[in-house]
């Protein structure tokens, strides 16, 4: 027998519709100021250059040129807001009640609530893509702006907005309060790319010789964090977190106890995870930004003030008071777990900071360095003897107490050097340092001799004139005025002049500088794949972006470079003369 009851309730969804109506109106109107009006009052005033940014790029290029940017910010904005609506019943005592007490399924409930939010997300897109196709039919514009672009931007939309939507919704299942609902769900979005940036940060600052990893890229790919990237493509993937996102809080919601409106959290056994995730957060931001504003590092007493600090606060919103030391065993538990941590940082139980690879292991080591004549350098060492030579400098840094001590605040100045170990286990090892140069100027000589300046020294010696794009001069001895060229023979002759006098001059000449021995700065713009380079010198991939296909490097130039100060007396100088 067929059941007459239908598992949409027309009333339910009429009255999400109608209440909240407004907020889709709103989405439409700023959607069609940021797109198809953008469109409209484009002006063709050079019809080639629409085409090959379009028609080449497609998709990309009209995101971002007819105000697709600030459509895709909206993506961030309203399904958040639709999501917390939809569900906003959960957040007050007597709606929860109200609601739970109709003659309706909790399945029910939540499909209605899902299906009207879904209504109000399709409406403003779907109107504006109609328009979008109606100026491609009836305006000039419109050849240029192909259908698949139009529904590409259509699809992608829908997928995000579905995924921001469905993750507010998971959000809701969690907690009974209307602003923790917001908060919360912004927090899911970026928290955990901060909290890595931010560790790394702890890290660089707290351990010596902790070398910055890049953040993982599947921490960049969570929907807002993609869409201020710019990245405006979408895949599967968003879709389906969506589907299984609502999937599991359905799962969340049938247990969800009704009482529990109004509370920040609305499990228990989520509420240490709250407190202490609160605690650990407000410490370690709060340590940074106090480490940012005075640069005092061992300062033990401040990050236990902030643990407080943060304990106190999660404690306060978990129990609606102000009366929070009843729990004052959650906050020892903190502190001593926070000097734990301090502890074996300072102690170095790990042994990172000791750490230095066995010479029969390393393959080859890439360092890093700067100096105070020289802009960074990269430079791959493969022989035997350069790498025991830097593997004895490596060593020599992690016994430097001294450094240690100064904790970034030198009394001298310092330059970075990184070392970058590929293992003979496919595995690599990173360190980081800053350091004194005339302290190690003894390990870094023999990489600096003229034959090894041609090989893995520095990346000019390195470069032949027909991969230089671009060569810019700053004359300090004229105002710091500045030219460029880009004439193959001019940059030919200089390159000459500059290597026949890197090759002549001695590791403290060309190192070391003193300020009024200086007299210019030249900066190289280099080919990187000279085989790959196009007439735009970027590379085109499949998802229509672009990769820069150039390098740089910069350099300082003294009056020890007798060759190239006087090309450059009668190449650039002799302009500013007059």
Known sequence: MKSKMS???KGLIFSNLKRYSWVSAVWSVLLFLSVPLTIMTYKLSDRQDVNLAILEEGYRSFINRFGGAFANVMLCVFPVLIGMLMFRYLHSQRSSTVMH????????????????????????????????????????????????????????????????????????MFTGNLIAHIVFTYIIHFLPFLLWVCIQELFTELVYGYSYSQVPEFLTKFP???IIQDSTDCNLIYFLSGIVLLAVAYFVYRKRPAESAGDIVSFRFIRPIFKYGVTFCTAIFGYLFFIGITGEKQLTITLLIFVVVGYCLAQMLLSKSFRVWQ???????????????????????????RRVPDIDSIESITIMSSMPGIDVQTIELTQKEDIAQIRAMHEDLTKNEAYKAYNGRFPHETYNLRFNYTLANGKTMERSYRYVVKEYENYLKPLYTPEK???????????????????????????YKGTSITDREKIAQFLDAYKSDVLSMSFDDLVYNEADSEIASVSFEIHKNIAQTNADNVLRTPDGST????????????????????????????????
């Open 101 to 172: 007490g109709l003659p309706f399924t909790r399945l029910r409930l939540f499909a209605n609530s899902l299906f009207s939010g879904f209504v109000l997300m399709l409406i403003p897109l779907v109107i504006n893509t109609a328009i979008v196709l109606i100026i491609k039919l009836s305006m000039p514009i419109g050849e240029y702006i192909t259908y698949s672009v139009i529904f590409t931007w259509l699809l992608n939309s829908l997928c995000i907005a579905f995924c921001v939507f469905s993750l507010t919704v998971f959000v809701g």
């Open 327 to 353: 729990a004052w065993k959650g906050l020892v538990v903190s502190l001593i777990v926070a000097l734990a941590i301090l502890g074996s940082i300072k102690t170095d139980i790990t042994g990172f900071e």
């Open 547 to 578: 990769i820069e296909l150039k390098d740089y490097c910069h350099y300082t130039i003294t009056d020890k470079y007798t060759n190239t100060a006087m090309w450059l007396e009668e190449n650039i100088f002799s302009k500013y003369k007059n």
């Open 224 to 226: 807002m964090m993609y």
């Open 7 to 9: 598992f949409f309730n």
């Open 453 to 479: 300046l041609l090989t893995s020294g520095i990346k000019a010696m390195k470069t032949d004139a027909e991969q230089i794009l671009e060569l810019h001069f700053v004359a300090y001895k004229y105002d």
